[in-house]
Structures are given as structure tokens and as C-alpha cells.
């Protein structure tokens, strides 16, 4: 008989890449000055955050549009954590290097949180 494979939180490419970069970001933000920190650091190490803390939410769920809701909150935080990005790079907080890094690794995220969203709606019937 065949041992069917629940799938794992850890196994999630999007979450395992948004809790990375969180972790990313976190080192970087942690060497900033105050006024940095407190301002634009704060929100971005929020919306980043966010990402992988709704991702794990929604996989926490039981309900098809319980999981959809939450996966949808961590595509709305990728959107802002660009933002932040953006902002960082302005300002003169972030290297072209970690600007570059950053990009491509939120980059990847909507993609992988759609797909995320279609196989929930693929298989779950409620």
C-alpha cells in the first residue's frame, strides 16, 4: 500500500524563500542608525516578515478561503516590502549589491505564492 506525503510547511519554496530573506533583510536593517531603523527599518522588517507569518498562517488553516485569505495577505506584503526596497535604496540605506539581492529574491515571491493559491484551489473543496 502507498504512504501518502503530506505536504509540510518547510517544504514551501515561497515560504522557505520569504523566511529567508526576512532573515536577510533583519541583518541588514539591525546595522542601521537609530532614526533609520525606527522609520523605514521598522515597516520593512514588518512587511517582510509578514510575508513568511501569512504564508505560514494560511497553511495553517483549514479552510479553503481561510488559506487563499492569508496567502492573498502575503502577496500585499511583497508589494510593500518593493516599496521598502525601493525607499532603502533612495535613501541610501541599502548597497546596489543588497538592493540587487533583495529585488530578486521578492521577485520570485508572487509567483510562488500563486501557485500556492491555485493548488489550494485545486485541491481543497471547501
Given at each position: ?126
Amino acid at each position: 500500500m502507498e504512504q501518502k506525503h503530506y505536504l509540510k510547511l518547510g517544504e514551501i519554496k515561497a515560504y522557505k524563500n520569504a523566511f529567508h530573506l526576512s532573515n536577510y533583510i533583519w541583518d541588514i536593517v539591525i546595522e542601521w542608525d537609530w532614526f533609520a531603523k525606527k522609520t523605514v527599518g521598522d515597516q520593512f522588517v514588518r512587511a517582510v516578515d509578514s510575508i513568511s507569518a501569512n504564508i505560514a498562517e494560511g497553511f495553517g488553516r483549514y479552510h479553503k478561503k481561510d488559506k487563499t485569505k492569508f496567502y492573498r495577505y502575503a502577496q500585499g506584503s511583497t508589494r510593500e516590502s518593493f516599496d521598502w526596497n525601493e525607499k532603502s535604496k533612495t535613501r541610501g540605506l541599502l548597497t546596489e549589491a543588497q538592493y540587487g539581492h533583495i529585488f530578486k529574491e521578492l521577485d520570485k515571491l508572487p509567483k510562488g505564492i500563486n501557485a500556492l493559491i491555485k493548488a489550494t484551489n485545486a485541491n481543497l473543496t471547501k
